[in-house]
């Protein structure tokens, strides 16, 4: 499997950088998150006063083969007649791309079409969808490398530009299932707490869903004998589960991760399906969990939860259930005012204030 260097950021300046939030004139925390988000982005950057420069926005598609046994409400077709409309501009991806200023990449890591001469669509395709895990592992352990090994190099192409914070999105129907398997594994709850709606499924298909990804998880175990159980995952473990239940797209998503943390990027992380992917990202190295920033809490049954077991928080909730990235594309400004907060704001001393705390 393909490895990643990861190091937590150095914390001999976070005495520094606390004392310049402390001294800007405003009563001490009363800018809230606004003072986490900057004492995170300038641990990031080692510096007291960070930056914002050339935001990316990788969008990676693909079909799973799980979608076969009706655990979505919304055929596969969906996924490559949205990546065409991705290309000519026309998503909600694209749209709050523009607002903020990100450069969007589609990337077809294994969509069931041929999007080859689609203008706009870089062609990094596995196969047309996994397999369905229902019966045997999504992909093999070459195929998964394979899958990390572009995500990474996508979040490389983005530094060389100078981007210094990645954002992240996906578009797959069916994702939401080996997502919930991931949760499930990897933190420990229970699957029924795992297992909601997707894109809109009433309770019968919650239910079937529920009894699809039972039994997966079983045929899993049955497989892989000696398994810890779930919430003990270790990175062997971890390893496997990636393969075995892991969409094309949701594997690149976590090789992107990994990469810009690698490279000291801010990793914008968006709801459900990506929450999961920074999961398996930080049960493999749990130091990109530095780099993450956790930016939009859906409706999606157990997205708490899944938060709650990294000991992260949403800034926004906005009941948002597109998927793309967008929540987390809404999230940017708050990172902009957190860094114009660092930069703009003056001090005590220097605006004449008598510190009053």
């Given at each position: 499997m393909k490895t990643f260097h990861?190091?937590?950021?150095?914390?001999?300046?976070?005495?520094?950088?606390?004392?310049?939030?402390?001294n800007l004139n405003k009563p001490k925390g009363s800018l809230g998150r606004l003072e986490e988000l900057a004492l995170q982005l300038a641990l990031m950057q080692q510096t007291t006063a960070p930056a914002l420069r050339h935001p990316c926005?990788?969008?990676?598609?693909?079909?799973?083969?799980?979608?076969r046994e009706g655990v979505s409400v919304?055929?596969?077709?969906?996924?490559?007649?949205?990546?065409?409309?991705?290309?000519?501009?026309?998503?909600?991806?694209?749209?709050?791309?523009?607002?903020?200023?990100?450069?969007?990449l589609l990337v077809d890591m294994g969509v069931d079409y041929d999007l080859s001469d689609v203008p706009g669509i870089i062609d990094r395709k596995v196969a047309r969808g996994t397999r369905d895990f229902?019966?045997?592992?999504?992909?093999?352990?070459?195929?998964?490398?394979?899958c990390l090994e572009t995500?990474?190099?996508?979040?490389?192409?983005?530094?060389?530009?100078?981007?210094?914070?990645?954002?992240?999105?996906?578009?797959?129907?069916?994702?939401?299932?080996?997502?919930?398997?991931?949760?499930?594994?990897?933190?420990?709850?229970?699957l029924e707490r795992c297992v909601g709606a997707g894109a809109g499924l009433d309770n019968a298909g919650v239910r079937?869903?529920?009894?699809?990804?039972?039994?997966?998880?079983?045929?899993?175990?049955?497989?892989?004998p000696g398994l810890p159980r779930a919430g003990a995952f270790g990175t062997e473990a971890a390893a496997l589960a990636l393969s075995h239940f892991g969409g094309f797209e949701m594997v690149a998503a976590v090789g992107a991760?990994?990469?810009?943390?690698?490279?000291?990027?801010?990793?914008l992380v968006d709801g459900f399906i990506m929450t999961a992917c920074m999961l398996m990202a930080a049960r493999l190295y749990p130091d990109v969990l530095h780099y993450a920033i956790f930016c939009h809490e859906g409706d999606e049954a157990g997205h708490r939860l899944m938060l709650e077991s990294l000991h992260a928080r949403g800034l926004l909730r906005l009941g948002l259930r597109l998927g793309e990235g967008t929540g987390a594309l809404c999230a940017y400004p708050l990172l902009e005012s957190a860094v114009r907060m660092m930069n703009e704001m003056n001090n005590f001393d220097n605006a004449h204030i008598t510190k009053y705390f």
């Open positions: 990861i190091t937590a950021p150095d914390e001999a300046l976070r005495p520094a950088i606390q004392d310049k939030i402390d926005h990788l969008l990676f598609g693909a079909d799973h083969g799980i979608e919304s055929p596969r077709e969906i996924t490559w007649q949205q990546m065409i409309n991705f290309s000519r501009g026309g998503g909600g991806v694209n749209m709050f791309c523009r607002q903020h200023g990100f450069k969007l229902l019966h045997e592992a999504a992909m093999t352990p070459d195929e998964a490398d394979r995500g990474a190099q996508m979040a490389d192409d983005c530094h060389r530009e100078g981007c210094n914070v990645l954002c992240v999105g996906e578009m797959g129907i069916g994702n939401t299932s080996p997502s919930s398997v991931w949760m499930h594994l990897l933190a420990g709850i229970p079937h869903k529920l009894d699809v990804l039972a039994q997966s998880v079983d045929r899993f175990r049955a497989d892989h991760m990994l990469r810009a943390a690698e490279l000291r990027m801010a990793i």
